[in-house]
């Protein structure tokens, strides 16, 4: 936000919207952790007690956060992190590593991290450890105090902690619980997950060592409050330069969130996801339709960027496709339609192509066989469809069984936009049965 502190000034419109672009694309943009984050306090407390028992009374402990994509978990942590800092004993002696599933793929490179984040190279040189748990356990003597009476407390946070699990002999994870069990050093392992199966994952002796802690952020918003959190999120704060401009874009975001279409648009996002992360992107892309001459977010910015958020992928590749191509796709949809979805291989779709040229007397479409071999290939390396066996390599390309990737509303939808699509392949495509 503007460092400005200009009360009741009058700034021209160009500035203003500056300021409101500044403004929310931070909030919306930025990741910011909220100072109280709303609805999650329990969790916050549970966890931010856990972490203070390790900091301050050298307990160790291990918990998971499980909740879906974008419900927040990395951002309670970065919340509990921050307040937990504010303890002096924690701000003098805590050390963090943190780790992610994605980059540390396995036990070597993760360990190698841990030296790295803790700055111990130097100490481990070029010595050769016997057992990963050795290595481990050198690790959290180095951190051992001049006097040799304590350990420095250290926190393993633990991102994508199912992946974590793939790792040979869950090695990692037998270590740390091992070492957060028998109390060898103060330390607090913090997984962060999306999947509520996780302790399916883990080895017997993995899980009889880990506490069985689980905080989950699973959310029972109503559609109400899901509106209201719009409301909030696009409102100016009290202190906005142009008091006045304030007043009249949170009266105008007010109207727009009572709006009939916008409800309706909403109420398809709060039923496809409910989470910050999603929201966040369709305000953006409402966001980016404000402009000096049109100051304001009208119903229609919200519908056209609803649309944007909803575009299909694949619906929009089909535009990109060839006549042919975009005929044996039609084809495709035929022998679903007829067959209720059962798979089909190339013979098939030239053969329903055929009935449809048949009818036709001009020889505009009429391709070589290898012709149309390639444009099937074509559309497999599209992903636009996929071999029901990918394992049946011997069997010939033609009789190979595929599946279409694409359902009946998006090929019907991607056709209505096809740029000169021709006619009789729009109707043959609508035909009921070809
Ligand atoms: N209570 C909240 N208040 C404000 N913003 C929030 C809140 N909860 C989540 N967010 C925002 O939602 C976005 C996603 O949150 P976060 O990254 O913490 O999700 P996550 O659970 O870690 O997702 P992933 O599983 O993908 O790692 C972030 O931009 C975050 O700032
Ligand atoms: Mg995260």
Known sequence: MSKRKVKDSHLPVGECIT???????????????????????????????????????????????????????????????????????????????HLNGLLQTDDRIALKEITRQLHLENVVGDKVFGSFAENLAFLLEALKKGDRSSSRPVLFILDEFDLFAHHKNQTLLYNLFDVAQSAQAPIAVVGLT????????????????????????????TFCQYVQRVQTQLSLPENFPDKKFGQEWNKSITTLCKDASVEEVLRRHFNTSKDFRSMHALLMLCLSRVSVSKPVLKPADVLEASKLRFADAKGNMLHGLSILELCLIIAMKHLNDVYEDEPFNLQMV????????????????????????KAFEHLQQLELIRPVDSSTAKIQKEYQLMRLMLNHSQIMEALQKYPQCPTDVKQWAKSAFA
């Open 19 to 97: 300021e409101v672009q500044s403004i929310l694309r931070e909030r919306l943009c930025c990741n910011l952790h909220p100072d109280k984050p709303e609805e999650i306090e329990a969790q916050h407390k549970h966890l931010l007690e856990l972490l203070k028992r390790t900091v301050i009374h050298g307990e160790s402990n291990s918990v998971l956060i499980v909740a879906p994509r974008g419900a927040g978990k990395t951002m309670l942590l970065k919340c509990v992190l921050r307040d937990l800092l504010q303890e002096k004993e924690a701000e003098k002696s805590l050390l963090q590593v």
């Open 194 to 221: 999306c999947r509520l199966d996780v302790l399916e994952l883990l080895e017997k002796r993995v899980k009889s060592r880990f506490s069985h802690r689980q905080i989950h952020l699973l959310s029972t918003l």
């Open 350 to 373: 030239h053969n329903e192509f055929k009935k449809f040229l048949q009818r036709k007397s001009n020889s505009m479409y009429n391709f070589e066989q290898p012709v149309i071999m």
